[in-house]
């Protein structure tokens, strides 16, 4: 049975001026969101580039300040919405693995809080120290490959697990939307360890002003020229204005870095190339949590255990638009290749597939598309059209690597993105 309101703390965490340190301001409570005078009057008075803001549901740790959302170190900011699965079974595995600088940057006991400890131990591996992070940033593609390789490093941990240890009818599967930013770019996964379930849902939405023209605390993205100054990422439409919202799909990393919006998916053993297959929401809504898709049969659902319901915010400016989009308030609607090893990819027959919402005005033609979200301006709704805001390539089988899709000045995206060269 889903819980009606996260309502086991909060947490914001946004970054200031860069004469004050790379490290972002955090502000963590245990009190419920929409009960918390003081964040009404930190985000009234509260304005940054970069914004994350978390409401928690406890399943894993104790209700306290360490345990809420968003962890950081440095100038790295984190949240997850979900769980990992067997944690009682690889969390000594897991912590074993970690250097001791890492182990010990850890202060709570969340499953949420070892994976970013895990991240930031598959950082240091890969060459880049957290503790010296770069005037400028690490860059968009480290970021968003030590996600993968962390996303990677969970699974295996989960795979090593003995099947004799585990329970009667105990899940193993996890749910990983991770949000992570080094306050210069935001890298946003939606994942389940599932060939037939998909993840919590996730979307997003960019424009040029995030504005309360009502003053009643409904606030709304508009898009007054080809630019998109602003981007939202959440677990939830934020506004009533659906088709404002972009769906990521099941198995996918978003990455944002200078108004460029990127979407690839994350292809391993749980990723399947056929865009039509719809997977089962049941793993979702049993732990909790809110899917984009309609509740349909799977080949096979394992029996879930656990509850989970906890849901992020990434974004830049909200200011007091944070305090209303926190509250109960607000309607409650439904929320790179992993192994440089080749994988066996899935058959149609024994696995599932994300599915796609069918997008019209898709150009076919041998002409080369034009690329533009955020540097491109977009045509009006009408009737029962949705504009294409996002058009994800998925490569055959044979093709060692995914084409991502590209929004914005094709010149910048080669230079924030030199792996699509």
Known sequence: MRRPHNGD????????????????????????????????????K???????????????????????????????????????????????????????????AAHGSTDSEWAFALYLDTLERMG????????????????????????KNINDLIKAIPENILGEGEDTRSLLNFALSDGHSVVCTRYV????????????????????????????????????????????????????????????????????????????????????????SNLVHDRGLVSDEKGTAAPTTKPVISSINQRFLGSSPLNDGLTSNLTPSM???????????????????SSDIRHLSSLKNVNTSQKPQELGNTKKKRKSLSGNGRENLI??????????????????DPLKIAQYFPELN
């Open 193 to 280: 360890s599932s060939l037939t379930e998909e993840a919590a849902s996730l979307f997003y939405s960019s424009g040029t002003s995030w504005e309360d023209r009502s003053q009643k605390g409904q606030y709304q993205m508009d898009r007054k020229d080809k630019g998109a100054d602003i981007v939202l990422v959440a677990s939830e439409p934020l506004t009533f204005e659906r088709q404002s919202w972009v769906t990521v799909p099941t198995n996918s990393v978003l990455t944002i870095h200078k108004q460029t919006v990127m979407v690839h998916p994350i292809i391993d053993e749980y990723y399947n190339h056929n865009p039509y297959y719809s997977r089962s």
């Open 331 to 349: 309607h409650m609607l439904p929320p790179l290749t992993v192994s440089p090893d080749p994988t066996p990819l899935p058959t149609p027959g």
């Open 128 to 151: 880049h120290d957290p503790s010296s992070p770069p005037p400028e940033g690490f860059g968009p593609t480290v970021l968003r490959q030590a996600m993968l390789k962390t996303i």
């Open 391 to 408: 058009h994800q390539q998925y490569q055959e089988p044979d093709e060692p690597e995914p084409r991502a899709v590209a929004y914005g």
């Open 9 to 44: 703390g909060f947490g914001i965490g946004y970054y200031t001026d860069q004469n004050l340190g790379p490290e972002p301001c955090i502000f963590t409570s245990t009190t419920p969101a929409w009960n918390c005078i003081n964040l009404q009057r930190i985000a009234s």
């Open 46 to 104: 509260t304005a940054s580039r970069l914004i994350f803001a978390h409401v928690r549901a406890t399943t894993q740790g104790s209700l306290s300040d360490d345990n809420c959302h968003p962890f950081y170190y440095r100038s790295l900011m984190w949240m997850h919405n979900g769980g990992l699965g067997g944690w009682t079974h690889i969390r000594r595995r897991l912590q074993g693995q970690l250097a001791d600088k890492w182990f010990n």
